[in-house]
Each structure stands twice: as structure tokens, then as C-alpha cells.
């Protein structure tokens, strides 16, 4: 795919770039000189909550974009068809990075589990994560997003943040 001079052609980069629309978000890719979102291989990281959410919409509708760690789980109830919801999961806030979030947060997310297709795994005890949590009216803050807290997804999101920011 790459010519002689080591560089992809610029057909090649397009594709790259719109890959986001068929796989939504994730890490980046380098494209002209700039990182694009771009969701890892399917193998490399687990399907989180809300993971067919764009990240752009994601930031969007959310109050609060934190790091956190999960200390509870929740209780484990029916929502939808092919989704379950998790009610009155606890998070330690690590680092608000939008709106104001501190201590510990109580909220809940909805897990699509129909097919192994679609089927999104359940964030891990202890360890930390991008949260993208909104008021949720009467029923209490909700979790729409939920990313692991890696390098690429805090430094994409930060960016969008600042972009954001200046647009306004």
C-alpha cells in the first residue's frame, strides 16, 4: 500500500479517515499530519457501554467527562430488549476533565448484550475509565459512554475538548 518514498497515498488516507463512520471511535491513526479517531481492531479492547455512540456526540450530550474508577458494580437489572442496566454503580472520580465532578459519584448505564455482534462487556472493578455522564433527569446521572482510560482516548478527548472550548 505505501509508495517508494514510504508515504500512503492520499486514497489510502481517506479510507482511513472515514473508517470512523462504519466503527465509531477509538484510538487514531495518523493521517495528513494529524491523528484522526479511529475504534482499535475489534480483539484489541472489550466493547464498553455506549461504544456505538460517536465520542463528538458523546461530548456533546454529557455534563460531566471524568476519569474514574469503579469501586461498585451496582445491581444488575432488565432495561430494553437485549440490554441490561446497571443501577446504583458507584465511581471514584479521578480527574474531571468537563463539568464539575469530585469524590465519589453514584449513576447507572445500560450494557447492550443481544448478540455477540453488538454485545458490550461490563467495565471492570478497580480499574480506571473515561466516563461521559449526563443529569439523567429523575432517574440520576447516567454513564452514556464509558472508554478505557489509556493514553490515546484522554489525549483525543482533551483535544476535542479544547477545540470545542475555542469554538465558542
Do not use: N, W
Not at 30 to 37: E, I, K, M, S, V
Not at 86 to 112: N, P, T, W, Y
Request: charged share 30%.
Amino acid at each position: 500500500m505505501r509508495r517508494r518514498d514510504g508515504a500512503y497515498p492520499a486514497c489510502f488516507l481517506s479510507v482511513l479517515a472515514a473508517l470512523p463512520l462504519f466503527f465509531g471511535p477509538g484510538v487514531s491513526v495518523r493521517a495528513a499530519g494529524r491523528d484522526q479517531p479511529v475504534q482499535k481492531a475489534r480483539d484489541e479492547e472489550k466493547r464498553l457501554p455506549g461504544h456505538a455512540m460517536q465520542v463528538r456526540e458523546a461530548l456533546r450530550r454529557a455534563d460531566v467527562i471524568a476519569v474514574a474508577r469503579f469501586t461498585d458494580l451496582g445491581v444488575i437489572g432488565l432495561d430494553a430488549p437485549g440490554q441490561s442496566r446497571h443501577q446504583g454503580v458507584k465511581v471514584e472520580i479521578m480527574r474531571s476533565l468537563k463539568g464539575k465532578a469530585d469524590g465519589e459519584l453514584c449513576l447507572f448505564f445500560k450494557r447492550m448484550g443481544l448478540s455477540k455482534d453488538t454485545a458490550e462487556s461490563t467495565p471492570e472493578k478497580g480499574r480506571e475509565y473515561l466516563i461521559f455522564v449526563t443529569s439523567g433527569g429523575t432517574e440520576g446521572p447516567e454513564a452514556i459512554k464509558i472508554l478505557s482510560a489509556t493514553k490515546d482516548h484522554l489525549r483525543s478527548v482533551t483535544e476535542m475538548l479544547d477545540e470545542a472550548s475555542k469554538s465558542h
